[in-house]
């Protein structure tokens, strides 16, 4: 039986991903933006910015590992902000900001970049044996 519409294409036709015509979606903001960064991103860039103003006074934190964890494992009834773990055989010494702790005690992001180097100032005199004003003589003062 012969149809009355015109023949269907024997392959399937390509599916339209810009339904409306206004093109394909792209991100929000350019990968250069601050815009685009995580805030795990910008939390790392804060640990960076610590210790490479640390590492101006104290070139031996080279041989130290510092990282940042989400959240720490579990303790007691206190959520510790930051820990240190000296060297062994194994391993170079590590410093660890945990990011969540300090986010949500920090109210803005200056507060923030002030909490984060705090941490990471304390953490280093705890690896050192130093009191925090002599790991960085403007402890407590910003």
Known sequence: MDSAGPPRPTEPRPRRRDRHGRGMRGPVAPPQVPLSAT?????????????ERLERLWPQLG??????????AAQDDS??????APATRDRHARVIVYRRPVELRAKGRDERALLVHEVVVEQVAEL????PESVD???GQD
């Open 79 to 84: 959520v510790p902000l930051g820990s240190s």
């Open 39 to 51: 805030r795990a991103d910008t939390f790392r860039d804060l640990v960076q910015d610590s210790v």
């Open 137 to 139: 003589p403007r402890y």
């Open 63 to 72: 041989e130290v590992d510092f990282m940042v964890l989400e959240v720490p």
């Open 128 to 131: 050192l044996g130093l009191a």
